[in-house]
């Protein structure tokens, strides 16, 4: 008995540690530390669903070194509330919770990536992940795919490669029945070819 009260202390340790290593948000996407908030542009919205990465314009900048966050960033790091895994080592991000802006939680540093060009950090993208924004519309490289494209794309992949389905964030039951209409189509199209596909789970797990 003592044993096992040990072990679920011990393990019960690990999951606090664990989700204590993500990001300060609850199952909403709401930031529970201090933040900025970002007014997206129309050009960073485009960003955000095709990369999840947006440039920075001049003012955000100035906003956010003024809220006493990072100083000089070029781009800034964006999830979701699908974010299930830990931030260590990621750069400088942002919570995408609101269709036209986005939290900095102001615990965050930045890192190298966040100082990159946009086509750098275009090209250090994983090969294998399709991004899906609030249209239900479908990205891979910066290019949006239509359905024969998506197709190509997944035959391009070697066997043994995980697909990863990034969903955009889900503020609207419009946007989740054509986020999840995409990554049906996408799951459809990795399974054909036996590819594994992350997340799990193909439906709406909120």
Request: glycine content about 6%; charged content about 30%.
């Amino acid at each position: 008995m003592r044993n096992i009260l040990i072990l679920a202390l011990v393990l019960g340790f690990v999951h606090g540690t664990l989700i204590a290593d993500g990001p300060p948000m609850d199952e909403r996407g709401n930031v529970t530390v201090d933040f900025v908030t970002l007014t997206l542009t129309d050009k960073q919205i485009q960003q955000a669903g095709a990369t999840r990465w947006i440039e920075l314009t001049k003012e955000q900048k100035i906003k956010v070194k003024k809220a006493g966050g990072p100083a000089d960033m070029r781009l800034l790091h964006v999830i979701t509330h699908h974010y299930d895994d830990c931030t260590c080592g990621m750069p400088a991000y942002a919570v995408w919770n609101k269709e036209k802006s986005v939290d900095f939680p102001l615990t965050e540093d930045a890192n190298d990536e966040n100082m990159l060009s946009w086509s750098a950090v275009v090209k250090k993208i994983y090969r294998s992940t399709f991004f899906i924004n609030l249209k239900g519309e479908i990205y891979k490289n910066n290019t949006l795919l239509d359905g024969q494209a998506v197709e190509a794309e997944v035959k391009k992949l070697e066997k043994g490669k995980t697909v990863v389905v990034d969903r955009p964030p889900f503020l609207s039951e419009e946007v989740i029945k054509k986020a999840l209409a995409a990554e049906k189509m996408i799951r459809g199209f990795a399974e054909k070819r036996g590819l594994k596909v992350y997340p799990e789970k193909p439906n709406r797990e909120e």
